[in-house]
């Protein structure tokens, strides 16, 4: 498996047995270790990691560390650990933060097994930030991060890119954060950035609490309308290419018509069955090529296809009743499970078994 794969896998994981996990050390060696070991480095060499290791701090002494991830005899990534069942907002991290000041290490990492929070000394040297750089969530695995996780392994470890990369991802983050509070309940003082943009008279407090509404209103269609921006654009790119193929290709006359080439009137592509379309391309975007996933839409499912290819279904959606149903073709028989769900976020909840599929197709055409 490659990275990507190992931290899904690590995923499905924690969320099958997570209720199981009743202590610290059983978070460790049912979730932790097994990170550990994804980052690449031997969990059974002291010479890489090191358990329980000893940071004296002031008078303090015999002061302990979980984990510490080692190169050259130096500690170069601490790790604490708590129960998976521990809340990290009530965690302040005061012992990793002593810690990181009396060793060589400039990145520490506080978990529970289940979230990783990644932290490093950018405001100030030698202390640790109160605020990660990083956080992955094992239960809701954002793709976007595998990448810069993956700066972390043994053989990518690069100090000091990954500490010019942590400013970026730190800060980042913050805004995002800002953002998304300022979209569910808009301070006054955002507000009124915009209100004196907009509104030529006094600005008074009847005036503000009129364009709290109208900003809300603002934000969420803005968003709305660059997301719909966004899917247009994808599946015009696709459209395009498509023609480009069929005039450079001969033509298949054995295969149904792709993308939004439709015969049938009463084919409508939904917001919900494009969004899911993007939604899968995410899920795949590390196994093969994005420009290789392509969908179908007929009047009875929605169908996403590798390569273009009927033989090669990846999976199928009904969103056309009451009860939406994912249909997956990972079984040795090719045959369709439909697996009810409750809205297209639950499509990642099947990601491994999707990558299953498409992995399946390419070791045959292999």
């Not at 978070?27 to 004296?56: H, R």
């Not at 012992?95 to 405001?123: M, P």
């Not at 654009?233 to 395009?240: E, G």
């Not at 994912?326 to 769900?341: M, Q, R, T, V």
Request: glycine letters at 2%; a negative charge.
């Amino acid at each position: 498996m490659d990275f990507s794969e190992d931290i899904q896998s690590l995923g499905a994981r924690v969320k099958k047995s997570i209720d199981l996990i009743k202590t610290e050390e059983a978070t460790k060696q049912a979730f932790i270790i097994p990170f550990i070991k994804s980052l690449d480095y031997d969990v059974y060499d002291p010479t890489e990691v090191v358990p329980e290791y000893t940071a004296d701090v002031g008078i303090k002494k015999g002061e302990k560390v979980d984990y510490a991830i080692m190169q050259n005899n130096k500690p170069i990534i601490l790790i604490e650990c708590k129960w998976c069942g521990t809340d990290l907002d009530n965690e302040h991290a005061s012992q990793l933060y002593r810690y990181f000041s009396v060793t060589e290490s400039r990145i520490a990492i506080l978990t529970n097994g289940v979230i990783y929070r990644f932290y490093t000394d950018l405001e100030k040297p030698n202390q640790m930030d109160s605020k990660p750089f990083l956080e992955l969530d094992l239960l809701d695995i954002q793709e976007s991060l595998i990448p810069e996780l993956k700066k972390l392994t043994k053989s990518h470890f690069d100090l000091k890119e990954l500490i010019s990369t942590a400013a970026e991802l730190k800060y980042t983050r913050e805004i995002k954060l800002i953002l998304a509070s300022q979209l569910i309940k808009p301070s006054d003082d955002f507000v009124k950035f915009f209100t004196c943009q907009v509104y030529s008279g006094r600005v008074t407090q009847n005036v503000l609490e009129q364009f709290h509404i109208v900003t809300k209103m603002a934000f969420k269609q803005f968003i709305s309308e660059e997301l719909s921006k966004r899917l247009n654009s994808v599946f015009d790119k696709d459209n395009i290419q498509s023609e480009i193929d069929s005039e450079n290709q001969a033509p298949d006359i054995s295969s149904a018509k792709s993308l939004k080439q439709k015969d049938d009137a009463r084919i409508i592509t939904t917001i919900e069955e494009t969004e899911s379309f993007i939604i899968i391309r995410d899920i795949l975007k590390y196994t093969v090529e994005e420009n290789r996933i392509f969908y179908r839409d007929t009047v009875s499912y929605f169908g996403i296809l590798l390569d273009d290819n009927k033989m090669r279904q990846v999976c199928r959606l009904y969103f056309n009743t009451s009860q939406k149903y994912l249909a997956l073709f990972d079984n040795d028989d090719k045959k369709e499970e439909k697996i009810p769900i409750g809205n297209i976020e639950e499509i990642g909840n099947f990601a491994d078994r999707i990558r299953k599929t498409v992995l399946k197709y390419e070791a045959i055409s292999n």
